[in-house]
């Protein structure tokens, strides 16, 4: 079995490629590194990617850039990076990636938990996230070949405490390792349509 993991060296990718790696090929995909490389946000570089690893049986998105800023001081280049990496790669990651996968394959998005909660230069991440969620429930229902969807919310991970963690005040950090057990269950499961919250 084929699982295609983008953002494979990531603080999430990285866990999930663990869980994976031994049972299943795994093949690990970034913008700068791992055996193939593709911008989520270039479409180009989506379908330049993909006709290279070719067939496969799960595809798992944990990349999508971020851009946080006060609403009254975020710009619109910070504003087309939400739209164009975190939003629209992944719905073109899904829209090219139904041509390589197997029937009743699986797509796994990353959304987070700020499609359920705001903070303080949250509301690009909000707006993205919420949007992704709402994206992955109605295409679910239009998949062709018994192909599943599904869109992990990982809260706070405890590994990007340190370098996230002031701008979530009160929030529990979950464990990598039981994040990338939702993707797992995602991708080899039987749900579509679901969000996967590890809050
Ligand atoms: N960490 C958290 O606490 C947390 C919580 C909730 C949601 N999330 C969401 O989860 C996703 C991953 O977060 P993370 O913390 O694991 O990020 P990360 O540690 O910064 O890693 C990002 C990974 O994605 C790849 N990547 C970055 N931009 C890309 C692009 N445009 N196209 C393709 N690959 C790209 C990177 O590849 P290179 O290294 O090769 O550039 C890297 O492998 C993000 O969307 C984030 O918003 C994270």
């Given at each position: 079995m084929k699982i295609v993991v983008i953002g494979a060296t990531g603080t999430i990718g990285s866990r999930i490629v663990k869980a994976l790696e031994g049972k299943y090929e795994v093949i690990k995909v970034g913008?700068?590194?791992?055996q193939y490389r593709m911008d989520i946000s270039n479409t180009h570089s989506i379908l330049a990617a993909l006709e290279e690893i070719n067939a496969f049986d799960h595809l798992i998105c944990a990349a999508g850039d971020v851009a946080f800023n006060s609403f009254t001081n975020m710009s619109a280049e910070e504003w087309q990076v939400n739209l164009s990496s975190k939003l629209m790669g992944q719905v073109n990651l899904t829209r090219e990636a139904l041509k390589y996968l197997s029937p009743r394959g699986s797509i796994t998005l990353t959304s987070g938990v700020l499609s359920d909660h705001t903070i303080a230069t949250g509301t690009g991440a909000s707006t993205v996230n919420g949007a992704v969620e709402h994206f992955v429930k109605a295409v679910s229902t239009e998949l062709p070949n018994g192909i599943r969807i599904n869109v992990v919310s990982p809260s706070l991970l405890q590994e990007s405490v340190d370098v996230y963690g002031d701008f979530f005040p009160g929030y529990q950090p979950v464990s990598g390792d039981l994040v990338a057990k939702a993707y797992i269950r995602s991708a080899?499961?039987?749900?579509?349509?679901?969000v996967f919250k590890v809050h």
């Open positions: 913008k700068s590194s791992g080899l499961g039987v749900a579509t349509g679901q």
